[in-house]
Every structure is written in structure tokens, then in C-alpha cells.
């Protein structure tokens, strides 16, 4: 009868030993299963923090980008080319003598219209929802430059030097030029290609700083 009990005694202790173990282990897997998925829960945010903080990085860029800015600010204007015919008629007297010529030349001219990109002229803000680039109108930035691409002088008198016409219109062309640059840095057109190649700029900039994702869209507000 005792060594019964005491069989069943060790049995029992045995039992509950390897009852406890498995307990352990099951605890003990649990518990590593749980550390792995905190860990990876906290490797997500991580990662996920930092695609926020990408979205966003580019607000510190924004100080150096006046400055890159007014680096290049003359390869920043707009090239703006159109072509004209222009009518003259010439007289010319001399001794009594009178000739007289139509002159007809075809010529282009090239604009160039861009902004005053000094860092005091200007100013760029901006958060995620967009960039604002603060600044005067375009503005016309060098001389028009004028090449006469072909003239004709159907008739004309024996008094008129085809040459030296030629050149006097020439400069007078330039005059006229000038009188034009209002017009054209004043065309809708020109103003929006001035802007593109601002903004393609200055998205191409902060896009190759460090750990910029996203550059967001960039507008143009006029003083």
C-alpha cells in the first residue's frame, strides 16, 4: 500500500513537472513571438516616420535655394524669339534730284524676360500642402537682339544706297525692338514660361537634396 502510494506520488510529481515545463516553454514562445512583433511594429513606424519626415525635409532646403537661385539667375531667363516683316519707304533728294525706294525686311528678334532673383528681391515658404515663391513681374533683363534674315528693294532710285539703307534700318529695328519688350514681357505666355523655368528649377534643386522625397507643387505670387 505505501509503495502504491509513493508510485503515485512520483507520478504525479513528474506529471506536474512536465505540466509546468511545457507551461514555460509555451510562456517562453509567447513572450518571443510577442518581442518579435513589437520589433517589427517598431521597425514599420521607423520606417514610416521617415517616408513622413520625406515628405516634408525639403522645408529645410529652403534657405540655400535663394541662394542657389540667385546663382543662376541669368540662365534662368526666358528666350523668347519672334519674327516680323517691316515695311519702309525712303526718299532722298539731292541738287534737285529726288529718288525714292521701298525697303522690305523680313527679321528676328530675341527677347530675353526673366525675374530679379536677388536673394533680397524674393522670398520662398512652404509646408506640405505646396511652395510659394514671392517676387516682382518679369522683367526684360538684356537688350533685344535683332538679326535681319532677308531684305528686297523692288525699285529704286539712283540716289538710294541699298548698303547704307540696310544699315540705318537696322537701327532703327533695335528702336522698335525696345518699344516692343513691354509688350512681350507683359504676354501671358511669356510670364508662364518664365515661371516653368523657375519652377523646374527649383523642383530639380530640392529633389536632389538628401532625403528629400517629395518636392511639392510650386507657385508664384506676384508683390
Known sequence: MARTVATVLIAFLIGSAATYGFVKYHQSTVERGLLAKLLMVEE?????????????????YLAV???AVADQMKFLAAKVDREYAHVEHIQKSKLGF??????????????????????????????????????????????????????????????????????????????????????????????????KKLRDFLHDFLAKQPNVRVVPIITFAYK
Open 65 to 67: 535655394t535663394k541662394s
Open 98 to 195: 529726288k529718288s525714292d525706294a521701298t525697303i522690305i525686311v523680313n527679321y528676328a528678334v530675341e527677347y530675353s524676360i526673366g525675374y530679379d532673383l536677388r536673394p533680397e528681391s524674393f522670398s520662398v515658404s512652404g509646408d506640405e500642402k505646396g511652395i510659394t515663391v514671392t517676387l516682382h513681374r518679369p522683367e526684360v533683363v538684356a537688350s533685344p537682339a535683332v538679326r535681319i534674315i532677308s531684305h528686297e528693294i523692288p525699285s529704286k532710285g539712283i540716289l538710294i544706297d541699298e548698303k547704307a539703307a540696310v544699315i540705318a534700318l537696322d537701327e532703327r529695328l533695335h528702336a522698335i525692338a525696345r518699344d516692343r519688350a513691354r509688350a512681350i514681357r507683359d504676354d501671358e505666355a511669356v510670364i508662364a514660361l518664365c515661371e
Open 44 to 60: 514599420q513606424l521607423s520606417e514610416t516616420k521617415k517616408d513622413l519626415l520625406g515628405y516634408t525635409k525639403f522645408t529645410d
